[in-house]
C-alpha cells in the first residue's frame, strides 16, 4: 500500500488570541512550526494505524476460532488496511485539533499562571489518553466484525450490551430498546460517541463459509 503524505492536510485555524499561542508554545514546543505539528500528525496517525491493526486482528481472529479457524498473521485486504490508515488519520487530526483548542481555553481561563495551566491541562491529558485508547479499540472492533460479517455474508442476529445507558444517550436508547435484531436491521454504528461503552453482540448463524479472514 502507498502512503500518503498528508502535507496540504487542512490544520486547526490558529487561534485568535494573544494569550493563548504563548501558552502552547509554552506546552508543546512541538507546534512550533506547522512542519512540526504535521509530523506530529503523522507519527499520532502512525501509532494509531499500528496499535488498530493489532485490535482488527484480534478480533478477526476471534470470530475465525468461532468458526472453528485460525485467525490471520496479518491484515492483507487492501480496503481493510485503507479503511484503518484512513480513520487512524482523521483521529490523530482530531486528537491534536481537540488538545489544542482544549489548551487554549484552559490558558485563557488560568492566564497568566502557566503552573496552574500547565497542571489543569496534564490533568485533562491523562483522562484523555485513556479515552481516546478505549474509543480506537471499540471503534476497530466493531469496524473488524462488521466487515468479517458482510465479506463472508454471515447472517444472525444482534443485540446491544450493556442494555443500560444510565437514560444519558438517546442513540443508544434506541438501539437497545430494539432488542434482539436481525443483523441485516443494525441502523446505527455502535460506539456511538467518545465515552460510549456500547457495543452490538452478534450470534451468527454457525452453519456458513468463512472464506474472508482479512486476507
Ligand atoms: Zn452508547
Given at each position: 500500500?502507498?502512503?500518503?503524505?498528508?502535507?496540504?492536510?487542512r490544520r486547526p485555524a490558529p487561534t485568535a488570541?494573544?494569550?493563548?499561542?504563548?501558552?502552547?508554545?509554552?506546552?508543546?514546543?512541538s507546534t512550533s512550526s506547522t512542519d512540526d505539528?504535521?509530523?506530529?500528525?503523522?507519527?499520532?496517525?502512525?501509532?494509531?494505524?499500528?496499535?488498530n491493526t493489532r485490535t482488527y486482528l484480534d478480533k478477526l481472529t476471534e470470530l475465525a476460532n468461532g468458526f472453528g479457524l485460525d485467525g490471520p498473521d496479518e491484515l492483507e485486504d487492501d480496503d481493510a488496511l485503507a479503511g484503518l490508515d484512513d480513520r487512524a488519520r482523521e483521529s490523530a487530526?482530531?486528537?491534536?485539533?481537540?488538545?489544542?483548542v482544549i489548551l487554549?481555553?484552559?490558558?485563557?481561563?488560568?492566564?497568566?499562571?502557566?503552573?496552574?495551566?500547565?497542571?489543569?491541562?496534564?490533568?485533562?491529558?491523562?483522562?484523555q489518553q485513556e479515552?481516546?485508547?478505549?474509543?480506537?479499540?471499540?471503534?476497530?472492533?466493531?469496524?473488524?466484525?462488521s466487515d468479517f460479517i458482510s465479506r463472508n455474508g454471515l447472517t444472525g442476529t444482534a443485540h446491544v450490551e450493556p442494555i443500560d445507558?444510565?437514560?444519558?444517550?438517546?442513540?443508544?436508547?434506541?438501539?437497545?430498546?430494539?432488542?434482539?435484531?436481525?443483523i441485516e436491521d443494525i441502523d446505527i454504528d455502535l460506539p456511538a460517541h467518545p465515552?460510549?461503552?456500547?457495543?452490538?453482540?452478534?450470534?451468527?448463524?454457525?452453519?456458513?463459509?468463512?472464506?474472508?479472514?482479512?486476507?
Open positions: 500500500m502507498t502512503r500518503r503524505k498528508s502535507r496540504n492536510r488570541s494573544s494569550a493563548a499561542p504563548t501558552a502552547i508554545e509554552a506546552q508543546s514546543t505539528a504535521d509530523d506530529e500528525e503523522e507519527a499520532l496517525a502512525a501509532l494509531l494505524l499500528a496499535a487530526a482530531s486528537i491534536i485539533n481537540t488538545r489544542n487554549a481555553s484552559i490558558a485563557l481561563a488560568l492566564w497568566p499562571d502557566k503552573d496552574a495551566i500547565t497542571a489543569r491541562f496534564n490533568d485533562w491529558q491523562a483522562g479515552l481516546i485508547a478505549r474509543h480506537e479499540t471499540a471503534m476497530t472492533a466493531s469496524t473488524a466484525a445507558s444510565a437514560g444519558l444517550d438517546d442513540e443508544c436508547d434506541h438501539a437497545i430498546s430494539q432488542g434482539e435484531i436481525p465515552n460510549c461503552n456500547h457495543s452490538w453482540v452478534y450470534t451468527l448463524s454457525g452453519d456458513a463459509e468463512i472464506t474472508w479472514i482479512g486476507n
